[in-house]
T-cell receptor
Framework: NAGVTQTPKFRVLKTGQSMTLLCAQD?????MYWYRQDPGMGLRLIHY???????AKGEVPDGYNVSRLKKQNFLLGLESAAPSQTSVYFC???????????FGNGTRLTVT | KNEVEQSPQNLTAQEGEFITINCSYS?????LHWLQQHPGGGIVSLFM???GKKKHGRLIATINIQEKHSSLHITASHPRDSAVYIC????????????FGKGTHLIIQP
């Protein structure tokens, strides 16, 4: 049972480049989340989804887009990367909003 | 917005010591999560509780709803317990109702 799988694990981008981070879960969870983790700050919610075909903005959505075309996958896109988006990104899933979270292993992104 | 504060920020202890990490929050909550982030970066869920106490092995989590405070205890600490421990308060109101603390960096020395 793989749980939550994030790809890639590491990425370096130049300013202005685009990329997509993929999150896949095999637990049939409805809720999926994208967070970013920066030094000295708690995890901050970028976007989330409460089911296939639905997405919503979190605390820090600017510069990111998401899609949830299939229940098991939640994609995070950066259309034009900026150095301020250098961070570690975590995907998480849960059965409901009141359930334990299952995290992916993170993606370390550097934008130069 | 809920404000979640953890203390201490950093803690170094000797193997075998009893460890306590504290979490306080400003707004009433439906549930509180304790998470562990390993040195390699992965995050795992340790507990989710809304009242009383939960125990798993050497880990114990307690919550006092009236005082808006939760504690995570580690008994007989071991170097493998070295990690960042994060609390997160769920205020309800939807999937975005979770606020994370900044974490407590714990080092257990042999």
């Amino acid at each position: 049972n793989a749980g939550v799988t994030q790809t890639p694990k590491f990425r370096v981008l130049k300013t202005g480049q685009s990329m997509t981070l993929l999150c896949a879960q095999d637990m049939n969870h409805e809720y999926m989340y994208w967070y970013r983790q920066d030094p000295g700050m708690g995890l901050r919610l970028i976007h989330y989804s409460v089911g296939e075909g639905t997405t919503a903005k979190g605390e820090v959505p600017d510069g990111y887009n998401v899609s949830r075309l299939k229940k098991q996958n939640f994609l995070l896109g950066l259309e034009s990367a900026a150095p301020s988006q250098t961070s570690v990104y975590f995907c998480a899933s849960a059965g409901t909003g009141y359930s334990p979270l299952h995290f992916g292993n993170g993606t370390r992104l550097t934008v130069t | 917005k809920n404000e979640v504060e953890q203390s201490p920020q950093n803690l170094t202890a000797q193997e075998g010591e009893f460890i306590t990490i504290n979490c306080s929050y400003s707004v009433g909550i439906s549930a509180l999560h304790w998470l562990q982030q390993h040195p390699g970066g992965g995050i795992v869920s340790l507990f989710m509780l809304s009242s009383g106490k939960k125990k798993h092995g050497r880990l114990i989590a307690t919550i006092n709803i009236q005082e808006k405070h939760s504690s995570l205890h580690i008994t007989a600490s071991h170097p493998r317990d070295s990690a960042v421990y994060i609390c997160a308060a769920y205020s309800g109101g939807g999937a975005d109702g979770l606020t994370f603390g900044k974490g407590t960096h714990l080092i257990i020395q042999p």
